[in-house]
């Protein structure tokens, strides 16, 4: 009646998994949960955090999605010092960019750096889609 497996870091900010220690190694919970629910991950694909939380691995907030899709929902870096996704200061105007396809996209120069924030914003929306995180 206790909990599987142990907190693991990951290394990548404070992101954290549950890993759980079977016969075969270790294995991460969210597969595990994945798997037991929907069977084999396909080749190529990732389980991913809905809300970026690696510990919630409750099946509503599992999805499949490549690495791009997984990039795609990440939080805002720690280093990030404007404090906004794809939002930075060029030491004249704030600069809003994207990552699509494997390449920055630069989605212009504003004066402010909400209106760099609501360029993002809306390239984000309309080319991840489902995988747009904002912040």
Known sequence: N????????HGYGNSSRIRITL???????????????????????FVDHKDCNGLNNR???????????????RRTRKDNTSGLKGVSWNG???SAQI?????????GRYRSKGMAAVAYAKAALQLHGQFARLQ
């Open 92 to 94: 004249f105007t704030w």
């Open 59 to 73: 099946i509503d907030n599992l999805r499949l999605a490549t690495h791009a899709q997984n990039c795609m929902n």
């Open 99 to 107: 990552r699509v396809n494997g390449k920055n996209k630069v989605l």
């Open 23 to 45: 016969a075969s190694g270790p294995v991460y919970a969210h597969k595990v949960a994945w798997e037991m629910t929907n069977g084999p991950i396909p080749e190529g694909m």
């Open 2 to 9: 206790k909990p599987a497996g142990c907190v693991h870091g």
